[in-house]
């Protein structure tokens, strides 16, 4: 069973930095692409990055390029996302999630970890 | 505003069948396939409908999806409780280069 955990969220002020930590086990981590999703308070879900396997690849959405590093350590089934110069808009729930290739989207999801940017 | 329009909420009386539709561009959903996600009240996604229409292990057959040029379509047969969730649809954007997803449809069963 895929098990997914993030943790790192919390409350940070604007123009400051968190890094989120996503552990994965139930499944060869090294094997996937994995994802960060968010989801503002009452909104819906927004893609935030992808990474591919041995981490050489990484696609972001327009609104984080340049701020937000997404990274894995695959010897630790762990998955990251360095986020710096936070903004209001990027409180959300971040979600980490397993890409299934044969799914061609996220088959597994964690529970999520809480960013809240005050201003 | 989200890449993909989808209906903000639907409802139906249970064992109805509703649909939920999701239209999007020829560099989403008209050049890759849609897949469908389920979000129970205070959980995580879950994966319900990928490549179009096909259905994860585990998924009832009373979920169903299709694809027709740049729209795609959630439908639900036999509508339970249980079915009282957000529904979002999302597709790989190529002019993006990111995944994009509906902005999520509601749905309450009365």
């Known amino acids: 069973e895929v098990q997914l955990v993030e943790s790192g969220g919390g409350l940070v002020q604007r123009g400051g930095s968190l890094r989120l930590s996503c552990a994965g086990s139930?499944?060869?981590?090294?094997?996937?692409?994995m994802s960060w999703v968010r989801q503002a308070p009452g909104k819906g879900l927004e893609w935030v990055a992808n990474i591919n396997q041995d981490g050489s690849e990484k696609y972001y959405v327009a609104s984080v390029k340049g701020r937000f590093t997404m990274s894995r350590d695959n010897a630790k089934n762990s998955l990251y996302l360095q986020m710096n110069s936070l903004r209001a808009e990027d409180t959300a729930v971040y979600y980490c999630?397993?890409?299934?290739?044969?799914?061609?989207?996220?088959?597994?999801w964690g529970q999520g970890t809480t960013v809240t940017v005050s201003s | 505003q989200s890449v993909l329009t989808q209906p903000p909420s639907t409802s139906g009386t249970p064992g109805q069948r509703v649909t939920i539709s999701c239209s999007g561009s020829?560099?989403?959903?008209?050049?890759?396939?849609v897949n469908w996600y389920q979000q129970l009240p205070g959980t995580a996604p879950k994966l319900l409908i990928y490549r179009n229409n096909q259905r994860p292990s585990g998924v009832p057959d009373r979920f169903s999806g299709s694809k027709s040029g740049t729209s795609a379509s959630l439908a639900i047969s036999g509508l339970q409780s249980e079915d009282e969730a957000d529904y979002y649809c999302a597709a790989w954007d190529d002019s993006l280069n990111g995944v994009v997803f509906g902005g999520g449809t509601k749905l309450t069963v009365l």
């Open positions: 139930g499944f060869t981590f090294s094997d996937y692409w």
């Open positions: 999630a397993r890409w299934g290739y044969y799914y061609f989207g996220m088959d597994g």
């Open positions: 020829s560099s989403s959903i008209g050049s890759n396939t």
